[in-house]
């Protein structure tokens, strides 16, 4: 874990001449929920792309293989700590072989919008051993800058609760009466295994509502979360960026590290 | 849960004994070995004389299937995928199953347990240390045996049970043969191989049983085995 750089892409490039003029450099941005992660990320890409470098972003929970398991785990019975643990490894691992490795042979820049540690912190705050996780995570590719956003967990169900009330909203006025209660049943993961064409209905509401002891068992979880991360950013390095700033500030810090990093300053 | 996991304390063994009241007994070898003969006749034996016991499988349960079949449709599965999505099946059970029976004092029988898993990994070229590391949360057995036979023996014992041997079983995702008659010889020399490792590097964790000895002989060696470890009355 102590090694910082991108190992398989360093000792091919002396030998092949296609990425040696630049370095793959993969991403990371962690984060506790609504810590505006996926925002950056998309913006940071967008950007990337502007300035005409290739880029390839992954995210959490969507291996093709996998996604449709942990989608039918989360809407069926509770399964245990380690079997969700091990499943979450599982599409990460294939994402790892089919997404991030194939992009930085490629010499792409991979953005991952949350990476290991999100397993790490999550894991741990449901009890299982830290280095029990890490081992499984062993083969991951380790990351040449981890960005944390931080926000508070206070913070996360403020922005939490905002935004189910918006989502509420746009649910009333946007649709007829009839399918709002509906559409209010579907929860996130449903929604995106669903066709395309259904996309108009479901885009305004993709948040189960949290109130009374849910809110509180979000919160709880958050708080154990966040000591977690808190931890890391010492032992794994992390960059800190304070995710409360608006959204231009957080990126154009986040615009200033990578730009350094791509440039090797 | 986590608590119980230690994985420096026991140096180079495998598994780390339990303390749960409960027994674990588990049965590991080649497919038609006789295991699941011999445990269904343990298991009536243990019933007669008053145990609760609970008989557990490692088969695929439906939360993995699609996956597997994915990565069938495909032709090519990576093999430590497989590895993470078998341990993830056999973590529900353990802590689904077995361990529950164990802290209220059951007896369990394992027909395979995480000796044939790691075997299979193994077989399959996934690294020893870290498929070692992934299993290390389920507690050693009260008595491991390993009911030997070899490839051949295998071979003729499982195509007089089934009319065709499945892709996995038979280790066709490793494209060792299109045959799967060969495919599945060449599969299970490699699980015996990695057997006969385990049991040369933590011999207490493994017993031998000779599974080409009649069905009464090892049940009575089994029988005499199972009646050390159990709890006393």
């Known amino acids: ?265 | 849960m986590s608590a119980e996991m230690n994985t420096q304390a026991y140096g180079s063994s495998f598994l780390i004994p339990h303390t749960y009241p409960g027994r674990l007994i588990a049965a590991e070898g080649l497919d038609g070995s006789g295991k699941s003969t011999q445990l269904h006749l343990l298991q009536f034996w243990l019933q007669a004389e008053g145990y609760e016991v609970l008989s557990t499988e490692l088969t695929a349960s439906k939360l993995i299937k699609r996956a597997l079949k994915a990565g069938k449709k495909q032709g090519s599965m990576d093999p430590m995928l497989l590895s993470i999505l078998h341990a993830a099946d056999f973590a529900e059970i353990y802590e689904r199953d077995i361990l529950p029976a164990l802290q209220r004092g059951a007896v369990v029988l394992a027909d395979r347990y995480v000796y044939t898993a790691v075997a299979r990994d193994l077989a399959r070229g996934v690294d020893r240390a870290w498929i070692e590391d992934v299993y290390r949360f389920a507690a050693r057995p009260d008595l491991g045996i390993y009911f030997q036979i070899d490839a051949d023996q295998s071979l003729e014992r499982t195509l007089s049970h089934h009319t065709r041997l499945k892709y996995y079983q038979a280790g066709m995702d490793l494209g060792l043969s299109h045959n799967p008659i060969d495919s599945f010889r060449a599969f299970q020399q490699r699980i015996l191989h990695a057997y006969e490792h385990m049991i040369d590097t933590a011999p207490y964790e493994l017993l031998r049983l000779d599974a080409m000895l009649s069905v009464k002989q090892q049940q009575r060696l089994l029988r005499e085995a199972v009646e050390k470890v159990l709890p006393n009355e």
């Open chain 1, 1 to 265: 874990m102590a090694e910082k750089q991108y190992q398989t892409g360093q000792s091919e490039a002396g030998l092949s001449p296609k990425i040696a003029s630049k370095q793959p450099r993969l991403i990371v941005l962690e984060g506790i929920d609504l810590s505006g992660r996926t925002t950056q990320v998309q913006l940071l890409r967008d950007w990337l792309l502007a300035q005409r470098y290739r880029v390839t972003t992954t995210a959490w929970r969507t291996s093709p293989l996998i996604s449709d398991i942990l989608v039918r785990a989360r809407n069926g019975p509770m399964l245990r700590p380690l079997t969700y643990s091990l499943l979450y490894s599982a599409d990460h691992f294939d994402r790892t072989q089919r997404v991030i490795k194939p992009a930085l042979d490629r010499g792409e820049i991979v953005l991952a919008d949350r990476y290991t540690y999100t397993a790490f912190a999550r894991d741990s705050a449901r009890g299982l051993d830290p280095a029990w996780v890490q081992n499984v995570y062993r083969y991951s590719v380790q990351p040449d800058i981890v960005f944390y956003l931080h926000i508070s967990p206070a913070e996360a169900v403020i922005r939490r609760v905002a935004l189910q009330q918006q989502r509420l909203q746009t649910l009333h006025k946007d649709m007829p009466a009839g399918k709002q209660g509906k559409a209010r049943k579907e929860t996130k993961d449903a929604k995106k295994s669903r066709k395309p064409e259904r996309a108009a209905v479901t885009l305004v509401s993709p948040i189960p509502a949290l109130a009374g002891e849910a809110l509180e068992s979000f919160y709880d979880f958050e708080m154990k979360v966040y000591a977690e991360y808190q931890q890391m950013q010492k032992t794994f390095g992390f960059t800190v960026i304070e995710g409360s700033q608006p959204i231009d500030q957080v990126q154009a810090m986040l615009r200033r590290a990578v730009m350094r990093l791509l440039l090797n300053i």
